[in-house]
């Protein structure tokens, strides 16, 4: 019994995977616009029965895709924390672009698709929200406004740097980007940290 729960199991996912591999070719050949479900299992070479045991629609796979993308962000910046990130922001931006340069053609694709900016705001949105929440940081900020304000500056400017990077509106490696936005976000976080001390 067990053994034929991992096969089914093993099964799902195996469709599951071979539906969003099909699903990023056709973005890659159609954009995202105009990929209907049949296009989907036709390349794929699976059913439409198997296509909705995972997904409601063709957006839906797009969104799963974006969803899975932030959950990673969110663990790399966690498993860091966050409070270490504001001393040192290279570190925890480089994380972000070590993952986006995993798979990069796949990343500007997404980047570039039209659920990506409701996608990048999400983004922007929960990382806010993380450093907003964190236990380590908020007794060292006086003044929460304008900790908040320059939150989503400086996070709102490197998930707009990721959108012209992928359009390819910049020129320079991501690499340099965070490095260049790193010294003025912790000229700012020295300045703060002294103030709240």
């Given at each position: 019994m067990e053994k034929t729960k991992k096969k089914t199991y093993r099964n799902f996912k195996r469709s599951e995977k071979a539906i969003i591999r099909a699903y990023v070719e056709l973005i890659q050949n159609k954009g995202d616009k105009r990929i209907t479900v049949t296009d989907i299992v036709e390349n794929a070479d699976l059913n439409r029965s198997t296509?909705?045991?995972?997904?409601?629609?063709?957006?839906?796979?797009?969104?799963?895709?974006?969803?899975?993308?932030?959950?990673?962000?969110?663990?790399?910046?966690?498993?860091?924390?966050?409070?270490?990130?504001?001393?040192n922001p290279y570190q925890a931006m480089k994380h972000i672009i070590d993952f986006i340069e995993a798979d990069e053609e796949l990343y500007k694709m997404l980047l570039n698709t039209e659920g990506a900016y409701k996608f990048l705001k999400n983004l922007r949105d929960l990382i806010i929200n993380q450093y907003l929440s964190d236990e380590v940081i908020l007794p060292h900020i006086t003044d929460r406004d304008e900790f908040e304000m320059n939150l989503r500056l400086f996070i709102g400017g490197f998930v707009s740097v990721l959108e012209d990077w992928a359009s390819g509106n910049i020129k320079m490696s991501l690499d340099r980007c965070a490095r260049i936005m790193s010294d003025s976000i912790q000229a700012y976080i020295e300045k703060l940290f002294r103030i709240g001390q």
């Open positions: 296509f909705y045991s995972h997904f409601k629609s063709a957006e839906d796979v797009g969104e799963k895709i974006r969803n899975d993308i932030v959950d990673e962000i969110i663990g790399k910046l966690n498993e860091h924390r966050l409070s270490n990130s504001l001393e």
